[in-house]
């Protein structure tokens, strides 16, 4: 089948590989003039989520209190006048639940093992380095945030997750660079889990494409998608000066079956066609310095369970990644309010100083933010919908990295017609039907 993908960021990179891999034809749309350079840019680096990391659950609440004086957890929630905002901080309270919690945690749980197999098996082919580091480790500061992390810390208990329940001593021993704090109560050592540069995976994964005739239209941005009986027709906007033509004069390009693997963009062309799915822009931010002294920097990803700050080492860089702001939709797609801004990179500046004093050479810090888009329930929306030829695979929310690469396989397998790898639960609980826009595996097209 001829199958376009929009979107040449982590997901849509990784679906068009899984889609080549699967004996498609591929072609990959991208408005800017190379890969990853939204979301999957400057990202933290914490390859795949547990329980602690995931952002829904009772470690998380939307309310007056986090409105007015800020929450703990990181999370700037500005909503003003926005009930689009309000209503989906309501939906992310309803996931505070327990019993909800272990109910998305154990859909997520396969997705998230396919991943962890299917970004393995890509590296080990393709003798693949992107600056892998073993090893992320969660720091508490008091006995309170233990409390708040129970139901967390019993799933990892109950998934079999390889993990260490640390006190503070332990943790400094593990990871000497965390400095003697009164307010270090304990720490969760995950010896398997990762961090890694995604951009540079993406990219090298954009050149293997290349050499196996994945089209890249790059520079190019999908203006209007069109579902006709038999085939989708994607026109592109006018060429911007200086990227590189896919073929001289082609504005249209037609396909088999399309993905949309657009990030942010993603809810624009669906409300082409009439599909509303609730995905919600959240914006994250990063700072990001060389190393200062060597003897400081951790070797280890170290992640503040509080404030939910990933705090990686990428080669010889610290990047400081998180404090989201969710605000109304409109004012997420412009440039943030200044204040609000310097709110966000004092909260990763903070996380820094308390775990890492010194490690990052603070002269010469970088900020950057992106675009992270989020269900209400926490779990991307991968799928086919009404339309048999429509697949969607976004809201990956903050945990992108690695989940792409599970998302990709399960997107090719249903473009493909084939079995999913995944159980029906979790099939279920990540596809667009649960909002209403889906397809069942009945309806699908005939394509052989
Ligand atoms: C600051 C920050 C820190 C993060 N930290 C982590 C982390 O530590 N671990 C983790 O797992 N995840 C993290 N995430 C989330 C993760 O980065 C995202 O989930 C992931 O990168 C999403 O990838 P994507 O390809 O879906 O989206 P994107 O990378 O945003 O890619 C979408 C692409 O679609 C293109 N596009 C959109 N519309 C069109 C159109 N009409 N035509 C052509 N092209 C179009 C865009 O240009 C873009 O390149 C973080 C995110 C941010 C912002």
């Known amino acids: 089948m001829d199958v376009i993908v929009i979107g040449g960021g982590l997901t849509g990179v990784t679906t068009a590989y899984q889609l080549r891999a699967a004996g498609h034809r591929v072609c990959v749309i991208e408005q800017h003039a190379t890969v990853a350079q939204e979301a999957s840019f400057g990202q933290g680096g914490l390859v795949?989520?547990?329980?602690?990391?995931?952002?829904?659950?009772?470690?998380?609440?939307?309310?007056?209190?986090?409105?007015?004086?800020?929450?703990?957890?990181?999370?700037?929630?500005?909503?003003?006048?926005?009930?689009?905002?309000?209503?989906?901080?309501?939906?992310?309270?309803?996931?505070?639940?327990?019993?909800?919690?272990?109910?998305?945690?154990?859909?997520?749980?396969?997705?998230?093992?396919?991943?962890?197999?299917?970004?393995?098996?890509?590296?080990?082919?393709?003798?693949?380095?992107?600056?892998?580091?073993?090893?992320?480790?969660?720091?508490?500061?008091?006995?309170?945030?233990?409390?708040?992390?129970?139901?967390?810390?019993?799933?990892?208990?109950?998934?079999?997750?390889?993990?260490?329940?640390?006190?503070?001593?332990?943790?400094?021993?593990?990871?000497?660079?965390?400095?003697?704090?009164?307010?270090?109560?304990g720490g969760v050592f995950f010896p398997n889990e990762r961090s890694a540069n995604c951009p540079l995976f993406a990219k090298q994964l954009k050149s293997l494409l290349d050499e196996h005739a994945v089209q890249f239209a790059l520079g190019r941005r999908a203006e209007t998608i069109r579902l006709e009986s038999g085939r989708v027709v994607v026109e592109l906007a006018p060429e911007r000066e200086g990227a590189r033509p896919l073929e001289a004069g082609t504005e249209i390009i037609a396909g088999d079956a399309l993905v949309l693997a657009a990030g942010a963009g993603t809810q624009n062309l669906l409300s082409q066609l009439g599909m509303r799915v609730p995905l919600y822009p959240v914006r994250l931010h990063a700072l990001t310095a060389p190393i200062g002294y060597e003897e400081h920097a951790p070797h280890l990803a170290v992640v503040d369970y509080e404030s939910r700050v990933t705090i990686s080492r990428l080669h010889n860089r610290m990047r400081f990644a998180s404090a989201p702001l969710l605000q109304g939709v409109r004012k997420t797609f412009r440039p943030t309010e200044r204040k609000l801004r310097e709110r966000a990179l004092a909260t990763l500046g903070q996380a820094g100083h308390t775990w890492v004093p010194g490690a990052a050479k603070l002269s010469a810090l970088r900020d950057w933010d992106g675009i992270a888009l989020m269900s209400p329930d926490g779990l991307p929306v991968t799928g086919v919908t009404a339309h048999p030829r429509l697949f969607i695979n976004a809201g990956h929310g903050p945990s992108g990295w690695g989940l792409a690469c599970g998302t990709a396989k399960v997107v090719a397998d249903l473009v493909s017609n084939q079995p999913s790898e995944l159980d029906a639960p979790s099939l279920a609980a990540i596809s667009p039907a649960r909002f209403g826009v889906g397809g069942s595996p009945s309806s699908r097209f005939d394509h052989r």
Request: with cysteine; proline share 7%.
């Open 48 to 185: 795949l989520p547990t329980p602690l990391d995931v952002w829904f659950g009772p470690g998380l609440s939307f309310g007056m209190r986090q409105m007015l004086f800020g929450s703990r957890n990181g999370m700037l929630y500005q909503p003003g006048l926005s009930a689009a905002a309000r209503s989906f901080a309501r939906h992310l309270n309803v996931e505070r639940e327990p019993e909800r919690f272990a109910q998305q945690c154990t859909h997520l749980r396969p997705l998230i093992e396919l991943s962890r197999r299917e970004l393995g098996e890509i590296e080990t082919r393709h003798a693949m380095e992107f600056e892998q580091r073993d090893g992320v480790l969660h720091l508490f500061r008091s006995a309170r945030e233990l409390k708040q992390a129970a139901t967390a810390l019993s799933l990892l208990q109950q998934f079999d997750y390889p993990h260490e329940v640390l006190d503070g001593d332990a943790c400094r021993t593990i990871e000497p660079s965390v400095p003697k704090l009164e307010a270090l109560a």
